[in-house]
């Protein structure tokens, strides 16, 4: 079962003038209030990446869940994390990086970052080449040991697929060369539908959203005439 809040927030957030993405887990560093004008903007978007102030949540160094909105039908993506109070550099890769192709919901449920960052304070980056440019968001996150089973709201959009890929303006946002960089070799396939059952009444999950007001309206209309 794809849980409601992540249908929910993916309507909401599919149905907003112009979106680019959106970091749902780990929390943003502009939790709900993100400025999509300001995504442009590195490191962070419109977040103000200061580890003196951001509220922080635990990130698990041998495994946790990335969870991200794509309102374009493809994008790259770079899983990266520092150790810099204001998210300066030092950028380290954290998954390889992937493409995916259709819009919604993407949750990588087991990226790792170094365990010898176990007990500090960070940063997670995510950064989106899209068709309009690349993008930005971050979560300050406190690096905790172990991994995280996944959560509920970790669910991908059914009509969502990820491949590995390379990407040299991605990789030009990473400082140190040691990271789980290496590509894999099994490619990513679409995931399996028996969980995503819910996610494919997503917009994202293929209808187009106009299609989506029309249907809701005759809905309501067929409602009425009952
Ligand atoms: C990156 O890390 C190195 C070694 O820990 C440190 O000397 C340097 O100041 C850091 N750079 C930034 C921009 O944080
Ligand atoms: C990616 O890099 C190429 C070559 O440097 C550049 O022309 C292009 O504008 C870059 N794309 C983005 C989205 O930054
Ligand atoms: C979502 O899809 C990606 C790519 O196929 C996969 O690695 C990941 O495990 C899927 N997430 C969930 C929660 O099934
Ligand atoms: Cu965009």
Not at 20 to 31: A, M, Q
Not at 125 to 150: E, H, K
Request: aromatic letters at 6%; proline letters at 8%.
């Amino acid at each position: 079962m794809a849980p409601l809040r992540t249908l929910f927030t993916s309507l909401l957030f599919l149905g907003a003038a112009h979106a680019h993405f959106s970091l749902e887990i780990p929390t943003s560093l502009e939790g709900d209030d993100m400025d999509d004008r300001l995504q442009p903007n590195a490191p962070c978007g419109g977040g103000n990446a200061d580890l003196s102030t951001a509220t922080t949540t635990d990130f698990h160094v041998d495994g946790d869940a990335i969870l991200t909105l794509l309102g374009h039908p493809q994008a790259t993506w770079l899983y990266r994390a520092t150790l810099d109070p204001k998210a300066e550099g030092n950028w380290t890769q954290l998954f390889p990086i992937i493409t995916q192709s259709g819009r919604g919901a993407l949750c990588e449920p087991q990226v790792t970052a170094p365990q010898e960052w176990v007990g500090k304070k960070g940063f997670i980056g995510i950064a989106c080449d899209a068709p309009d440019g690349m993008l930005f968001q971050c979560a300050a996150v406190n690096f905790v040991a172990g991994s995280r089973s996944t959560p509920e709201a970790c669910a991908n959009a059914s009509s969502v697929s990820v491949y590995f890929d390379e990407n040299p303006n991605l990789s030009a946002l990473l400082d140190s060369s040691d990271s789980t960089s290496s590509t894999p070799t099994a490619p990513a396939a679409t995931p399996s539908s028996s969980d995503n059952a819910a996610a494919s009444l997503v917009p994202g999950a293929g209808l187009p959203i106009a299609g989506l007001a029309v249907s809701t309206f005759m809905l309501l209309v067929g409602a009425a005439l009952l």
